[in-house]
């Protein structure tokens, strides 16, 4: 009766944690947010800032694509127009001018 009970309570945290919007690691977060600094928030902004631009390289395959027809859902055809996208970005970096 024991291993039951036992067997319950961790399945019932597993679920807990699994299930949770913030999982277990809530407690770990919160310990991160409590040290201040003068820093800390304007250090915090600029992470964030640069964490929602896209990449120049996802930028410019993203120009790309946009210019081509829609992506295929065959595997084939997939390959196919990787590789299009793939040359057209390798020919549109060599054209740059180095700086």
Not at 35 to 43: L, M, P, R, T
Not at 66 to 89: G, I, K
Request: aromatic share 8%; with cysteine.
């Amino acid at each position: 009766m024991f291993e039951v009970t036992l067997l319950f309570l961790v399945v019932l945290l597993f679920a807990a944690c699994a299930f949770l919007p913030l999982g277990c690691s809530a407690p770990f977060s919160l310990q991160s947010d409590t040290h201040s600094g003068s820093g800390s928030d304007s250090e915090l902004r600029a992470l964030e800032d640069s964490a929602l631009k896209p990449p120049f390289l996802t930028n410019l395959r993203d120009e790309i694509e946009s210019a081509l027809w829609p992506r295929p859902t065959d595997s084939v055809l997939q390959r196919h127009y990787d590789a299009l996208v793939n040359a057209e970005l390798q020919n549109r970096l060599a054209t740059m001018p180095d700086s």
